[in-house]
């Protein structure tokens, strides 16, 4: 059994900072936490950075530059620095993890990221 909880969400005005913490717990040695994706409100879930196989990071095109992934490893968790924000950011922001023996996926309950203008 695998969990993954995210926290760090909030209401920040445009050009303010975030970050978002993806803890994961229970079976942890069994998944890969990927990294995190976003669903804004009438719009499909996007990927937002994850870690690649080889080990690097890859973003998707609108947050290059102004968002950072990590993780520490020894905490089972996943960080998503968030800079300069924009109102498009607006969404709730799920943590994806994928189970290694059989790529079943996880996905957390998600945390809402509001950005006014």
């Known amino acids: 059994q695998v969990q993954l909880v995210e926290s760090g969400g909030g209401l920040v005005q445009a050009g303010g900072s975030l970050r978002l913490s993806c803890a994961a717990s229970?079976?942890?040695?069994?998944?890969?936490?990927m990294g995190w994706y976003r669903q804004a409100p009438g719009k499909q879930r996007e990927l937002v950075a994850v870690?690649?196989?080889?080990?690097?990071?890859d973003y998707a095109d609108f947050v290059k530059g102004r968002f950072t992934l990590s993780r520490d490893n020894a905490k089972n968790t996943v960080y998503l620095q968030m800079n300069s924000l924009k109102p498009e950011d607006t969404a709730v922001y799920y943590c994806?993890?994928?189970?290694?023996?059989?790529?079943?996926?996880?996905w957390g309950q998600g945390t809402q990221v509001t950005v006014s203008s």
């Open positions: 870690f690649t196989s080889g080990g690097s990071t």
């Open positions: 994806k993890g994928v189970r290694r023996s059989n790529y079943y996926i996880y």
């Open positions: 229970g079976s942890t040695s069994s998944i890969n936490v």
